[in-house]
């Protein structure tokens, strides 16, 4: 009798340790997508399609929530702060690069898992229609010849089109006073202030500029990239016209807080991959103006620290880094 219940025992106690160490599948519940930006914005439009295919990929629904305020900074520290288990995730933008040296801790690239980018668009040079520049060339001849008449916009001061701008004139020896940086809520007032002549130049995404320029009242030069734009490949680069290594492109990747489990970061670089080659997801992208630019997670991670880097250089010329390290 002794020996029979022993045996029970044991066979209790082994199961007992399999089903302990036995771990199921992520996920097993749903899955938080933090959106740092808006509802209705670019942002928010990608992570909400993205996180309908995560759901047909995985079973388990991805509830996109947006948390705004602080130029992004908000919802970066929310994402960041999340328990490292894969079940709070989202959407990070290239602000990340920018806050450290500004003196803002807790949302900088070491605080996340960056699991892939799905989309980076570039910004582009923008210009009235009937301006007497014809290339990016000529307008930056026209800026050395006479400093501070040409004027440009994009967004706030500090933001990433007036980094993106003063960046290549930084490269290019140039002193980003130059051109004067003036502050507009946005690309789409800037894109208006274009069009009545209140300004020069304007610094954003050809999309955001697509408008005016389908109308006729407005020109894109050419990209403030190193990459040519699978959506507008007829563009040309800053790197390609002047010989320069400038590639501050805006991207959206999928992140998590850092110590994400490294199956979790694979399990979703792969699906990431997967969705990115999806007919219907890139259909939506390029209905908005969006491209499609895939990278894995080492490859994402090193694109970032690349863009800090030099972002940080752009501040600096500006006088708006507060901190010297990287």
């Given at each position: 009798?002794?020996?029979?219940l022993?045996?029970?025992?044991?066979?209790?106690?082994?199961?007992?340790?399999?089903?302990?160490t036995?771990?199921?599948?992520?996920?097993?519940?749903?899955?938080?997508i933090?959106?740092?930006?808006?509802?209705?914005?670019?942002?928010?439009?990608?992570?909400?399609?993205?996180?309908?295919?995560?759901?047909?990929?995985?079973?388990?629904?991805?509830?996109?929530?947006?948390?705004?305020?602080?130029?992004g900074?908000?919802?970066?520290?929310?994402?960041?702060?999340a328990?490292p288990?894969?079940?709070?995730?989202?959407?990070?933008?290239?602000e990340?690069?920018?806050?450290?040296?500004?003196?803002?801790?807790g949302?900088?690239?070491?605080?996340?898992?960056l699991?892939?980018?799905?989309?980076?668009?570039?910004?582009?040079?923008n210009?009235?229609?009937?301006?007497?520049?014809?290339?990016?060339?000529?307008?930056?001849?026209a800026?050395?010849?006479?400093?501070?008449?040409?004027?440009a916009s994009?967004?706030?001061?500090?933001?990433?089109?007036?980094?993106?701008?003063?960046?290549?004139?930084?490269?290019l020896?140039?002193?980003?006073d130059?051109?004067?940086?003036?502050?507009?809520?946005?690309?789409?007032?800037?894109?208006?202030?274009?069009?009545?002549g209140?300004?020069?130049?304007?610094?954003?995404a050809?999309?955001e500029?697509?408008?005016l320029?389908?109308a006729?009242?407005?020109?894109?030069?050419?990209?403030?990239?190193g990459e040519?734009?699978?959506?507008?490949p007829?563009?040309?680069?800053?790197?390609?016209?002047?010989g320069i290594?400038?590639?501050?492109?805006?991207?959206?990747?999928?992140?998590?807080?850092?110590?994400?489990?490294?199956?979790?970061?694979?399990?979703?670089?792969?699906?990431?991959?997967?969705?990115?080659a999806?007919?219907?997801?890139r259909?939506?992208?390029?209905?908005r103006?969006?491209?499609?630019?895939y990278?894995?997670?080492?490859?994402?991670?090193?694109?970032?620290?690349?863009?800090?880097?030099?972002?940080?250089?752009?501040?600096?010329?500006?006088?708006m880094?507060t901190?010297?390290?990287?």
């Amino acid at each position: 009798m002794k020996n029979a219940l022993a045996a029970a025992s044991a066979g209790v106690l082994a199961f007992i340790g399999l089903a302990g160490t036995a771990q199921a599948a992520w996920p097993e519940r749903a899955v938080t997508i933090v959106v740092p930006w808006s509802a209705g914005g670019g942002t928010d439009a990608t992570a909400r399609t993205l996180a309908q295919k995560l759901e047909e990929r995985f079973g388990q629904p991805f509830n996109v929530i947006n948390r705004t305020g602080g130029g992004g900074l908000v919802g970066h520290i929310t994402i960041a702060n999340a328990p490292p288990d894969g079940y709070t995730l989202g959407v990070i933008t290239i602000e990340t690069t920018m806050y450290k040296a500004q003196g803002i801790p807790g949302a900088e690239p070491e605080d996340f898992t960056l699991i892939g980018r799905f989309n980076a668009d570039p910004v582009g040079i923008n210009v009235r229609a009937d301006a007497p520049y014809e290339t990016a060339g000529e307008l930056i001849e026209a800026i050395k010849a006479d400093p501070g008449a040409i004027k440009a916009s994009g967004a706030n001061r500090g933001g990433l089109s007036h980094l993106a701008w003063a960046g290549l004139l930084n490269r290019l020896g140039i002193d980003p006073d130059a051109s004067p940086w003036v502050a507009s809520d946005g690309s789409a007032p800037a894109m208006q202030q274009l069009a009545a002549g209140a300004i020069d130049v304007v610094s954003t995404a050809p999309a955001e500029a697509r408008a005016l320029v389908e109308a006729g009242e407005a020109k894109t030069l050419a990209l403030l990239s190193g990459e040519r734009s699978e959506v507008y490949p007829d563009l040309k680069t800053t790197d390609e016209i002047f010989g320069i290594d400038w590639s501050p492109l805006p991207f959206r990747g999928l992140a998590g807080p850092a110590g994400l489990p490294e199956d979790v970061t694979m399990t979703l670089s792969d699906a990431l991959a997967e969705i990115t080659a999806d007919a219907e997801f890139r259909d939506f992208m390029a209905s908005r103006g969006f491209s499609v630019a895939y990278q894995d997670s080492p490859t994402f991670t090193e694109t970032v620290m690349a863009s800090r880097t030099g972002l940080v250089e752009a501040m600096k010329a500006v006088g708006m880094a507060t901190d010297d390290t990287q």
